[in-house]
């Protein structure tokens, strides 16, 4: 596992916390210890993670898909990110796809690559983990830019993904079973550095 790809010794232009590594993450088989990062950093009880597991483990097989994670000394997970190539026949791109042509913007789901989970354990946020983490995955796109979906407010989250040069591609967005509306983003790849 190495530290953030591409960056020579002793210069990281992205600030982390110097005991973090950032490196591809077997999700499948650390899932359990992704979603409990997941459960604590968004809040998610017993139930929503067993049904969590099963759309993780699905996602995973879908070609292109790949995870990575930030590792502590000890080896424990601190974070992680995954995502895939966005394809229109998906059920998350078949809920925004009219949101999107409401504000002409659906040209967004071609030739992207989606962000399907971003979390940071609190114990180790705000020490620049989450930006290297989705910084190194969206790297390693073939696509011309990202997409993602996060709760429609002003979150840590959502300030994120504005300094990194996604912007608001459609508002106010409802998942069924979701209890609260989602922003729509997306941005050019790469991803603005600051
Ligand atoms: C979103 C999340 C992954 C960010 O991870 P992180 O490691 O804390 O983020 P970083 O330290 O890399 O980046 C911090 C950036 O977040 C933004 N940020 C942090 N706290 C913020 C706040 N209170 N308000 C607005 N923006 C904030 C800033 O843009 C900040 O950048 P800066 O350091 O240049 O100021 C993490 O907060 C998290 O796991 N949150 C809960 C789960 C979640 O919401 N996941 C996203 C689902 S869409």
Do not use: C
């Amino acid at each position: 596992m190495a530290h953030i790809p591409g960056h020579g010794s002793g210069h990281r232009p992205d600030a982390i916390a110097d005991d973090i590594e950032i490196g591809p993450l077997d999700l499948p088989a650390r899932v359990d210890e992704a979603l409990a990062v997941q459960a604590v950093a968004f809040g998610l009880g017993a139930e929503e993670v067993a049904v969590r597991r099963q759309i993780v483990l699905r996602h995973m097989n879908n070609p292109g898909a790949r995870a990575l994670g930030a590792t502590t000394p000890d080896g424990r997970l601190a974070g992680f990110v995954y995502g895939m190539p966005n394809d229109r026949a998906h059920w998350w791109s078949t809920v925004v796809e009219p949101y999107l042509r409401a504000r002409d913007n659906d040209e967004w789901l071609d030739d992207s690559f989606v962000i399907t989970e971003l979390h940071v354990h609190p114990r180790h946020q705000n020490r620049g983990v989450g930006r290297a983490l989705i910084t190194a995955l969206t790297d390693g796109a073939a696509e011309s830019r990202s997409i993602l979906s996060a709760i429609d407010a002003d979150s840590p989250a959502r300030g994120l993904y504005h300094s990194l040069g996604y912007t608001d591609l459609a508002r106010q967005v409802v998942f069924p079973s979701a209890p609260k509306p989602y922003a729509v983003m997306g941005a050019p790849l790469p991803l603005r550095r600051r």
